[in-house]
């Protein structure tokens, strides 16, 4: 019986450490998003008055909230549908076709993905710079001499797409690596016997590819999901900072400019609560919609 | 297919595959030019070539805009970062994927539950957190330790990787035999030196990919950074973000992008080292933040 205590005893001294941290650092902090969502808390005053769904309530009808949801919504539905296109169709590519050069590929469309959000925005703050950015410099050859630069950041209907931009520039290497992971563990002969039957290469993708690694594209709908609404927020915050006159404020970026800009921290961690529910929502209804019968090779 | 539609089809890759590949390359190459350029040849077209090494940027960079303090502090809180977690998460993931005790299955539902859990969510209920401490700490000794601090900033980013890392080595933890273990305990080793000594260097494939994964994260990450040191001292990619702003009011922007050089060198040199356990590492786990 000494040995089963001594087992219990090392068992809980090997959890102790990282239940402590998880609990300090990410569950009370998380506990605490809604705790504070309910309270009028001014900031600087410590005063703290439990207004119980009072700050939601303000929430739906703050023009800029409203804003900040289309917005998320919009970059989530845009960066999704397309990198999944880019993203699917090149590892296609990579991993069916024999193409000179494979190793260099996927290794180059990879590199966004070790880079910091700061560094990728600070590259696409030259590219979209008006006066003299690249963008700007390879439109004005087809242009007249004397047109003006568009301003990719500055213009309240353009700036949201400038985001989306570099955000599918960022994902989609990262993607692709994990679509072809599962693409290449389908089996060759399934191809040979397809094309055997006469069926061409875009059949052989729609009817074959596509359906073998759908549960793959499944789990990473829901990554889609998380990631568009946390990056997007590291790009507004150094690109824009939510402007030109929050035309690209998104959820979590006006959250962070409630909370620790104004100190109305009740309010902020309100629209945490909601960007909390909503994810996880998104993510689920998303989850059954695209269920299908699960094809096994 | 016939031999012309094939042929247009194979043109057709290659394009797309080059397209892509030049706007990926193209505006990397073009920081690392654009960062030995002289302030001067800002100005009109971007696309010209620097007229020499301008390596004055680099020197700026460190001195003016403190990029080397700045570093300096980003290889601490990154190092420390990576040594807390593996401590931390190694003892962790062996116990939970070896041995069978009461309450194993909450906290494993716990810790996968902390996976959709983000930091862009819950840093400012940490940064109060870290306030009221502080509070209370000056109150007794007169001095705040909390806020500002790169050892507190080290462990936070390990404890906000606990999830992700945990589960990571669990799995890896499960597909070794267990002979190994049995063998041990029979030769009288206790449960600490055949986890030490046995288990964790079995476990090395996942530790490195642990390692490279959050190397990338730690260093690269701002948000925490930015919202937690406050102060003067700051990491690497926020002190970028100061240098981005001052400097584009001053129009200095030789040393803005050798700041920019200065933040992803390390990243590109280490990603161009490992880039075949990166990717295949990536399949293994397959998450992100």
Redesign the interface.
Known sequence: MNNRK???R??W???A???L??T???????L??FR?SLLKWGGLSANQEFVGFNNFLILFKDMNFIRSCQNTILIIVLVAIITLI?AV??AA??TR?K?KGEN?????????N??????IS??????Y?PS???LN?IIGLFKPENWEGIKFLGDQSIVIYAIIGTMI?QA???YM??YM??MSSIPEHLYESASLDGA??IQQFFKITLPLIWGNIR?TLT?YI??SI?LS??FV??MTGGGPDGASEVF?SY??RQ??DNAT?GY??AI?AI??IFS?ALSAIVNHITLRDDMEF | MDKKTNRLYRIFIYVALLTLAISIIVPVVWVFLASIKQDSEFYGSPWTMPLGMHLQNFADAFEKANMGEYFLNSVIATGLGLIILLVVALPAAYVLARFKFKGKKIINLGFMSGLFINVNYIVVPIFLMLLSWDKGVSQIIGQRIFLNNIFVLAVIYAATALPFTIYLLTSYFRTLPKAYEEAAYMDGSGYFRTMVKIMIPMAKPSIITVILFNFLSFWNEYIIALTLMPGTSKTLPVGLINLMQSQKAAASYGSMYAGLVIVMLPTLILYIMVQKKLTQGMTLGGLKD
Do not use: H
């Not at chain 1, 600070?122 to 590219?127: H, L, N, Q, T, V």
């Open positions: 001594q087992e219990r090392f068992v001294l090997c959890l450490p990282a239940i941290l998880f300090i650092f990410m569950v009370f902090p998380t605490n998003v504070m880019f169709v090149f590519i990579l076709e193409v260099f590929f996927r290794i180059i469309f990879y590199i966004p070790v880079l910091s959000v700061v560094v600070s590259i696409f703050s030259a590219i710079d003299n950015g690249l410099s520039w989609i290497g990262y690596v994990m992971a599962s061409n290469k789990t990554f998380i990631s946390n927020f590291l915050k150094v979590l959250l962070y909370a620790y921290y902020g961690m945490g960007v909390f996880f």
